[in-house]
């Protein structure tokens, strides 16, 4: 029932940084943990952070040292800052709230993310 919309996506160059901002409609603290995905051309959605509740976040190892989530319980909104962004970034990034069951994931809309050289 909690809806997340995505923004901040845009084109940025090569070095440069980003922050993508994900609002939840309810609290965030009703989901398990938040993360965010991205889906790059011609590649299978993957991984790229996430943090559960109430514990340190976890990073994929292609973004670590680069990206940072960060979750604002009192917004109900989570963030990905992004730096030194690379071209291989470039891909929709999506949102998602992870239940605190077995049931499927809530997902944003994914917003845009390119990177030029």
């Known amino acids: 029932q909690v809806l997340l919309v995505e923004t901040g996506g845009g084109l940025v160059q090569a070095g440069g940084s980003l922050r993508l901002s994900c609002a939840a409609s309810?609290?965030?603290?009703?989901?398990?943990?938040m993360g965010w995905f991205r889906q790059r051309p011609g590649k299978q959605r993957e991984l790229v952070a996430h943090?559960?509740?109430?514990?340190?976040?976890v990073y994929a190892a292609s973004v670590k040292g680069r990206f940072t989530i960060s979750r604002d319980s009192a917004k109900n909104t989570i963030y990905l800052q992004m730096n030194n962004l690379e071209f291989e970034d470039t891909a929709v990034y999506y949102c998602?709230?992870?239940?605190?069951?077995?049931?499927?994931?809530?997902w944003g809309q994914g917003t845009q993310v390119t990177v030029s050289s």
């Open positions: 943090i559960p509740d109430r514990r340190s976040p």
């Open positions: 998602a709230g992870q239940p605190r069951n077995y049931s499927p994931w809530t």
């Open positions: 309810g609290s965030i603290a009703s989901f398990y943990g």
